[in-house]
């Protein structure tokens, strides 16, 4: 335990030093601060769970914090000329979405739980965190596949059946507006013939 501990933390202060704004930003922290860009984010990462769990805000902090990075690291990917990044950040929305799905049906209930803008805000960075055990990647094989897969056929079907009668009424709403247009034309016409104009 105490070597995975290790690990992570190797990792992490390897990634805090890599070049980009956000490294850019924790160097000049570290250099007026004495104090290791490691133990910031940490620091950070306390204060902000603690917050999650007591802050006014919290709500707005934990979908900024589920929303903010991965849009940015999926137009990222989307520049990118590999296909694995994309397709990591497609399955992370995909389960977002379906966490927002049930988060709305169950709205009423989540209330009631203790510290759930913080429970929420560990389940999201689960699904975004670069590891072999990706949250998205998981809970996308283990419930979201096999439940689409399911009901593909079906579910293609109604949306094609959805289509067509949206399509017909887009069809229909055309014939009458030029019906509509024409006897509005005919009618000025003949009031101007009359001179009743």
Request: with cysteine.
């Amino acid at each position: 335990m105490a070597q995975d501990v290790e690990t992570w933390q190797t990792r992490l202060d390897r990634t805090l030093h890599e070049k980009n704004f956000f490294t850019d930003v924790l160097d000049k922290a570290e250099a007026k601060t004495g104090v290791r860009r490691l133990y910031i984010v940490l620091g950070i990462a306390s204060f902000l769970g603690v917050y999650l769990m007591v802050g006014y805000g919290c709500q707005f902090l934990c979908n900024f914090i589920g929303f903010v990075y991965p849009a940015y690291a999926s137009v990222k990917a989307i520049e990118t000329q590999r296909k694995n990044d994309d397709t990591k950040w497609l399955t992370y929305w995909v389960v977002y979405s379906a966490f927002s799905l049930v988060e709305m049906i169950t709205d009423i209930f989540l209330f009631w739980v203790p510290f759930y803008w913080f429970l929420k805000c560990l389940f999201l960075v689960y699904c975004m965190v670069p590891t072999s055990w990706n949250g998205s990647i998981f809970i996308y094989h283990q419930f979201i596949r096999p439940f689409v897969l399911k009901y593909q056929t079906k579910v293609d079907s109604a949306i094609e059946q959805m289509s067509d009668t949206a399509q017909n009424i887009i069809n229909e709403a055309e014939s009458v507006s030029s019906e509509v247009a024409s006897d509005l034309i005919k009618r000025r016409v003949d009031n101007v013939l009359k001179g009743d104009e």
